[in-house]
């Protein structure tokens, strides 16, 4: 079995519905149940990415397609499909009856390593945690290491990580001390600091080196960082990370149109919530030797089938769109291997 890394950068906010309402959330996004970081399940990932095989699952030819029995006998919507093995069938799988196999890629759900959020200085910062880290580094993910042990200790919920020299552009100015006089008592300068949301932190250390070199080589949007990714870079602890991922994400309000009158419908106002753009995923594909006798004679190789799907995404200039509300921009992505 051959892995590699797939890196996902959302170009514009992003809905990957959990299909449940939360709250005042009527549309919420899919979570992790134990920490609240938003996912993409591998089931949306592999279902967008076979789709840009969509030439080979829906041929202009139909002389080549069928339609199963069973599926016209249970009255079901017709789902053409193609006899002979194809690309897709060897990558993704199929259920043709003839050549029915499961495919060589498998996908693991993208998971989350960085999340942009609003500063009060410096317009937004790009926050990570010990945990988003750590779990990077445990998949391979190129260039990412668990956070040392001391810096971790230093983290509490008011403290972070970032750049703080003196043209850093999300450090608040450093509170000099202020030297004693006959008529005032001096006080100890206090450490540089942000503001992310309503939160102040306070400055405990700086990033560990090579952390923002290998974040800014899966960003190939980097440019738009206007500089220094590092600069704009924050960790902050674990809990906070949930925080911010629970309660800083876009919610956008929408109103359902009465077909017959063409105006708002008064019942119909509800909340969406979306995954901000400029947020970083990261998913695992393995790839094991075909699962068609077809292909196993044509002696593919898992390095094939993955070299397959990055000549595909090659061909649509790296660019996704996953989860719902398409037409309306959402959901555009960066999609490509990491190193």
């Keep these: 079995m051959t892995s590699r890394i797939l890196t ?7 809905h990957v519905g959990a299909g449940a309402s939360v709250g005042a959330i009527d549309q ?14 591998g ?5 967008v990415l076979a789709d840009l095989w969509n030439h080979e ?11 199963t029995a069973r599926e ?9 499909v193609q006899d002979q093995v194809t690309e897709a069938a060897w990558l993704f799988g199929s259920d043709n009856d003839k050549v029915a196999s499961a495919g060589s890629l498998s996908f693991g759900e993208a998971r989350l390593l960085a999340f942009p959020i609003r500063s009060a200085k410096g317009s937004f910062a790009w926050i990570t945690s010990p945990l988003l880290l750590a779990r990077a580094a445990r998949e391979g ?9 001391d810096l971790v200790t230093k983290l509490a919920d008011d403290k972070a990580l970032f750049a703080a020299h003196a043209t850093a552009p999300l450090a608040l100015p450093e509170i000099k001390a202020i030297t004693a006089t006959p008529n005032s008592t001096g006080k100890p300068g206090q450490p540089a600091r942000l503001v992310l949301e309503d939160y102040t932190l306070t400055h405990t250390g700086n990033l560990p080196d090579g952390l923002a070199p290998a974040l800014a080589a899966l960003v190939t949007d980097a440019a738009h960082f206007s500089g220094n990714l590092g600069d704009r870079l924050v960790i902050v602890s674990d809990g906070m990370m949930s925080f911010f991922a629970r309660t800083a994400c876009e919610i956008a309000q929408h109103v359902r149109i ?15 919530e979306n995954a901000p753009a400029d947020t970083l995923f990261y998913a695992v594909l393995h790839a094991t030797p075909p699962r068609s006798a077809s292909h196993r004679d044509a002696k593919k190789t898992p390095a094939d089938a993955l070299a397959a799907l990055d000549t595909k995404l090659t061909e ?4 996704i769109q996953i989860g719902g509300d398409a037409t309306t921009g959402l959901g555009y992505c960066t999609a490509r291997f990491a190193s």
């Design 28 to 41: 919420p996004i899919v979570r992790e149940r134990h920490t609240g970081l938003p996912i993409i399940p």
């Design 316 to 319: 649509v200039a790296h660019t």
């Design 72 to 80: 016209e006998n249970r009255g079901e919507r017709r789902v053409w």
């Design 258 to 272: 009465n077909d017959a009158t063409g105006t708002a419908s008064p019942t119909g106002l509800f909340n969406q």
């Design 57 to 67: 699952l829906l041929p202009e030819d139909d002389k080549t397609l069928r339609v």
């Design 8 to 14: 996902l950068f959302t170009r514009t906010p992003l």
């Design 43 to 47: 089931s949306s990932l592999k279902g």
């Design 141 to 149: 993910v190129s260039g990412i290491k668990p956070l040392p042990a």
